[in-house]
C-alpha cells in the first residue's frame, strides 16, 4: 500500500510517473536542496508496485484538489466541498495535512534558527507577536520557546496562541518582515489557520510537567473556562495507545463498561486491541457481546463516552494513579 512509502518515496512516485517533459516543469519550482533530495529518492526508487503507484497518484490528487479549494475559498468552502467528495475522515485528514503545509510557506527562516537564536528574538516582542510567529514553529520548539520566557509573558503567550484562529496576510507579512531583518527568508500571502486551541495543547503536551503546572494555574485564576478547554484537549482517546499496560488496566477499573462499549465503537483497531489485551478475557467477552448488540449509535453519544474515559485519565494522572507519557523534562524511574 502506498502508507509503505515514506514522503521522498512518494513525491519520487509522482516524478517517475509523470515523465521526464512533465517533471523538468516541476522542477524549475523546486529550490536546489529539494532538487537534490527528490533527484537522491528518484535514484534509490527502484521497482514500485502498480498498486502503491496508483494509490500515491490518488493521494497527490487528492492534495492538489485540497489546497486549490483551501486558497480559492477558504478552509469552510474547502471543508463543505471535500466531505461531499470524499466523506467526512478524508477530508479532515486532507485539509490538516494541505494547512499544515501553506503555514510551512510562512516564517520558514525561523524553522532554520535554533530555540536559543530565536529566543533572542522573539523575548522582547509583544506577546501578539511572540504568539503569530510560535504558531509557525513545530509544538517542541514553541514549548521551548514558552518554557524560556519570563512567567509574565508566557502566560499572555499561551493565552494569545490559545485564543488565536486566523491572521490575515497584511498581518503575517508585516510581522514577518519585522522578525526577517535578523533572519532570511520568503514572503506569503497565504490565509492559513494559525494557533488555536489545539496547537497550543500540542504544545503543553511538550512542556514539562512543573512549567506546565505553573502556567495551568495562573490561567485557570484568569480565565478557568480557557484553561480547562486546552487541558480536553491534552489527552484524546486515540494517545491511549502511548500508555503503559498498568496505566491503561488502572484506568479500565475506574470506567463505566457502558461507556467503555461506546468508546470503542468508533475506535480502531489499534486503540481496541491494546485496551482488550489489558482487559479479563471474562470482562472482554462480555464488552465485545454488547458492541455486537449495540447498534445505531450517535457519534455525539461515541465521543461523549470517549471524553468522559479521557477525563478519568486526567484526574488518576492528577492523583499519580498512573503515568501519561509525553515531551518536556519529566522522569520517570522504574
Given at each position: 500500500m502506498a502508507t509503505s512509502l515514506r514522503p521522498e518515496q512518494k513525491a519520487a512516485t509522482v516524478i517517475v510517473s509523470l515523465g521526464v517533459d512533465k517533471a523538468s516543469k516541476i522542477y524549475k519550482y523546486l529550490s536546489e536542496d529539494e532538487i537534490e533530495k527528490l533527484t537522491l529518492?528518484?535514484?534509490?526508487?527502484?521497482?514500485?508496485?502498480?498498486?502503491?503507484?496508483?494509490?500515491?497518484?490518488?493521494?497527490?490528487?487528492?492534495?492538489?484538489?485540497?489546497?486549490?479549494?483551501?486558497?480559492?475559498?477558504?478552509?469552510e468552502y474547502a471543508r463543505t466541498v471535500l466531505e461531499k467528495a470524499f466523506g467526512e475522515s478524508?477530508?479532515?485528514?486532507?485539509?490538516?495535512?494541505?494547512?499544515?503545509?501553506?503555514?510551512?510557506?510562512?516564517?520558514?527562516?525561523?524553522?532554520?534558527?535554533?530555540?536559543?537564536?530565536?529566543?533572542?528574538?522573539?523575548?522582547?516582542?509583544?506577546?501578539?507577536?511572540?504568539?503569530?510567529?510560535?504558531?509557525?514553529?513545530?509544538?517542541?520548539?514553541?514549548?521551548?520557546?514558552?518554557?524560556?520566557?519570563?512567567?509574565?509573558?508566557?502566560?499572555?503567550v499561551v493565552e494569545s496562541i490559545a485564543r488565536m484562529e486566523s491572521a490575515s496576510p497584511e498581518a503575517i507579512k508585516i510581522v514577518e518582515e519585522e522578525i526577517k531583518k535578523r533572519f532570511s527568508g520568503i514572503l506569503t500571502t497565504d490565509y492559513t489557520s494559525v494557533g488555536g486551541i489545539d496547537y497550543i495543547a500540542n504544545v503543553m503536551n511538550h512542556i514539562d510537567r512543573s512549567n506546565e503546572k505553573l502556567i495551568f494555574d495562573e490561567l485557570g485564576r484568569k480565565d478557568a473556562e480557557l484553561a480547562d478547554t486546552i487541558r480536553k484537549k491534552m489527552f484524546v482517546f486515540e494517545d491511549i495507545i502511548t500508555m503503559d499496560d498498568r496505566s491503561i488496566q488502572r484506568f479500565i477499573r475506574e470506567c463505566d463498561m457502558r461507556d467503555m462499549v461506546y468508546a470503542l465503537k468508533n475506535a480502531n483497531e489499534q486503540i481496541t486491541s491494546v485496551i482488550f489485551s489489558n482487559m479479563s478475557a471474562r470482562m472482554k467477552d462480555s464488552i465485545q457481546s454488547d458492541m455486537e448488540v449495540t447498534v445505531n449509535v450517535r457519534l455525539k453519544d461515541v465521543e461523549e463516552a470517549q471524553q468522559r474515559i479521557v477525563g478519568i485519565i486526567r484526574r488518576l494522572e492528577e492523583e499519580g494513579e498512573l503515568i501519561i507519557s509525553k515531551g518536556g523534562k519529566d522522569d520517570v524511574i522504574v
Amino acid at each position: 500500500m502506498a502508507t509503505s512509502l515514506r514522503p521522498e518515496q512518494k513525491a519520487a512516485t509522482v516524478i517517475v510517473s509523470l515523465g521526464v517533459d512533465k517533471a523538468s516543469k516541476i522542477y524549475k519550482y523546486l529550490s536546489e536542496d529539494e532538487i537534490e533530495k527528490l533527484t537522491l529518492e528518484v535514484a534509490k526508487l527502484g521497482h514500485v508496485e502498480a498498486e502503491q503507484t496508483e494509490n500515491t497518484l490518488d493521494e497527490f490528487y487528492k492534495t492538489c484538489l485540497t489546497q486549490k479549494v483551501v486558497t480559492d475559498g477558504g478552509l469552510e468552502y474547502a471543508r463543505t466541498v471535500l466531505e461531499k467528495a470524499f466523506g467526512e475522515s478524508t477530508a479532515n485528514s486532507l485539509l490538516q495535512k494541505v494547512t499544515q503545509s501553506l503555514k510551512s510557506r510562512s516564517f520558514g527562516f525561523i524553522r532554520k534558527s535554533d530555540v536559543k537564536n530565536l529566543l533572542s528574538v522573539l523575548q522582547h516582542e509583544r506577546s501578539q507577536i511572540i504568539a503569530l510567529v510560535l504558531s509557525y514553529t513545530n509544538e517542541e520548539m514553541t514549548a521551548q520557546i514558552i518554557s524560556e520566557l519570563a512567567p509574565e509573558k508566557r502566560m499572555q503567550v499561551v493565552e494569545s496562541i490559545a485564543r488565536m484562529e486566523s491572521a490575515s496576510p497584511e498581518a503575517i507579512k508585516i510581522v514577518e518582515e519585522e522578525i526577517k531583518k535578523r533572519f532570511s527568508g520568503i514572503l506569503t500571502t497565504d490565509y492559513t489557520s494559525v494557533g488555536g486551541i489545539d496547537y497550543i495543547a500540542n504544545v503543553m503536551n511538550h512542556i514539562d510537567r512543573s512549567n506546565e503546572k505553573l502556567i495551568f494555574d495562573e490561567l485557570g485564576r484568569k480565565d478557568a473556562e480557557l484553561a480547562d478547554t486546552i487541558r480536553k484537549k491534552m489527552f484524546v482517546f486515540e494517545d491511549i495507545i502511548t500508555m503503559d499496560d498498568r496505566s491503561i488496566q488502572r484506568f479500565i477499573r475506574e470506567c463505566d463498561m457502558r461507556d467503555m462499549v461506546y468508546a470503542l465503537k468508533n475506535a480502531n483497531e489499534q486503540i481496541t486491541s491494546v485496551i482488550f489485551s489489558n482487559m479479563s478475557a471474562r470482562m472482554k467477552d462480555s464488552i465485545q457481546s454488547d458492541m455486537e448488540v449495540t447498534v445505531n449509535v450517535r457519534l455525539k453519544d461515541v465521543e461523549e463516552a470517549q471524553q468522559r474515559i479521557v477525563g478519568i485519565i486526567r484526574r488518576l494522572e492528577e492523583e499519580g494513579e498512573l503515568i501519561i507519557s509525553k515531551g518536556g523534562k519529566d522522569d520517570v524511574i522504574v
